[in-house]
């Protein structure tokens, strides 16, 4: 089994900045790619940042220059770093990975439990 487990998520004002951590751990040969995505309600989940295992990164249009993935390879964490957090940013936050679990395995995503993200004043 995989697990994913994320935590960092809160209640921040408008501006302030918030750390998202995710550890993967369980049975795994090789992480190929590991981010978040986020869904806020009544809104379809989409992509916010991820970052390869040879540590190419993308970003959704809406947080580059404000969110800055980051890993810890050894240990098999991710961090999203969000800075300048705007009332949309508000969202549940789901960590992935996509990875194998033996060498012989096939490529499959994976998914934490989730992590709610409000931005209010």
């Known amino acids: 089994q995989v697990q994913l487990v994320e935590s960092g998520g809160g209640l921040v004002q408008p501006g302030e900045s918030l750390r998202l951590s995710c550890a993967a751990s369980?049975?795994?040969?090789?992480?190929?790619?590991m981010g978040w995505y986020r869904q806020a309600p009544g809104k379809q989940r989409e992509l916010v940042a991820g970052?390869?295992?040879?540590?190419?990164?993308n970003y959704a249009d809406s947080v580059k220059g404000r969110f800055t993935i980051s890993r810890d390879s050894a240990k098999n964490i991710r961090y999203l770093h969000m800075n300048s957090l705007k009332p949309e940013d508000t969202a549940v936050y789901y960590c992935?990975?996509?990875?194998?679990?033996?060498?012989?395995?096939?490529?499959?995503?994976?998914w934490g439990q989730g992590t709610q993200v409000t931005v209010s004043s």
């Open positions: 992935y990975a996509n990875l194998k679990q033996t060498v012989a395995s096939a490529r499959d995503d994976y």
């Open positions: 369980g049975s795994i040969f090789s992480i190929y790619a």
């Open positions: 970052i390869t295992s040879g540590g190419t990164t």
